[in-house]
């Protein structure tokens, strides 16, 4: 059964940090990664989508890499703001047909002016 | 823009009573998705659609039925709520083949 794993569940940085995300799975047969952001009391935004085949992808300040052989993805945030702050969130899509995504519980970043 | 929208952001309810909770995309996607969201248990999908009248069930359905008779609506029913049902629940959906997930806003329900 996939598990999906974000540690720390939070974090307190200042402002303009380079800050890196962590997110760990268990089955190596993804058919992709998906990484969100939930800002307090709303929905999750979608963030970067990275298939199997990809190694990272890139949005703005933003850069996600997989290295699907190690079970592990990372959210690279360049020159952190406080607008960043929220709960960031990386989900996994397991081969096989289903559509179903397995999340981790997320980790709540903090970045402080 | 992806828009998909939830009846509405809160809800109050008695124990007991049917409750419903709908959510509506304007993508025309395929796949359409209801969580459920607790503070240290993460997401957890209750049921998804993958086309009109189709559902699967997800990882804790109990207690819980959905409706999908339009495309772009899929309902999630509590047909008889409990207060271990209150919660965060958030919809969403996709078109296929493993595209992104879009979310809607989400409805905090408190059963009393």
């Known amino acids: 059964k996939q598990e999906v794993t974000q540690i720390p569940a939070a974090l307190s940085v200042p402002e303009g940090e380079n800050l890196v995300l962590n997110c760990s799975f268990t089955?190596?047969?993804?058919?992709?990664l998906q990484w969100f952001r939930q800002d307090p009391g709303k929905g999750l935004t979608s963030l970067l989508l990275i298939q199997s085949s990809q190694r990272e992808q890139t949005s703005g300040r933003l850069n996600a890499s997989l290295d699907k052989s190690s079970g592990r993805s990372t959210l690279y945030i360049a020159a952190s703001q406080p607008g960043d702050s929220a709960t960031y969130l990386c989900a996994v899509k397991t081969q096989g047909g289903s559509e179903k995504l397995v999340f981790g519980k997320g980790m709540k970043l903090t970045v402080n002016p | 823009d992806v828009k998909v929208t939830q009846s509405s952001r809160y809800l109050v309810k008695r124990t007991g009573e049917k409750v419903f909770l709908e959510c509506v995309q304007d993508?025309?996607?395929?796949?359409m998705f209801w969580y459920r969201q607790d503070p240290g248990l993460g997401l957890r999908l209750i049921y998804f659609?993958?086309?009109?009248?189709?559902?699967e069930k997800g990882d804790i359905p109990e207690g819980y039925s959905v409706s999908r008779e339009k495309k772009e609506r899929f309902s999630l029913i509590l047909e008889s709520a409990s207060t271990n049902q209150t919660s965060m629940y958030l919809c969403?959906?996709?078109?296929?083949?493993?595209?992104?997930?879009?979310f809607g806003p989400g409805t905090r329900l408190t059963v009393t």
């Open positions: 089955d190596s047969a993804i058919y992709n």
């Open positions: 969403a959906s996709s078109p296929p083949p493993g595209d992104k997930q879009y």
């Open positions: 659609s993958y086309d009109v009248k189709m559902k």
């Open positions: 993508m025309d996607h395929e796949n």
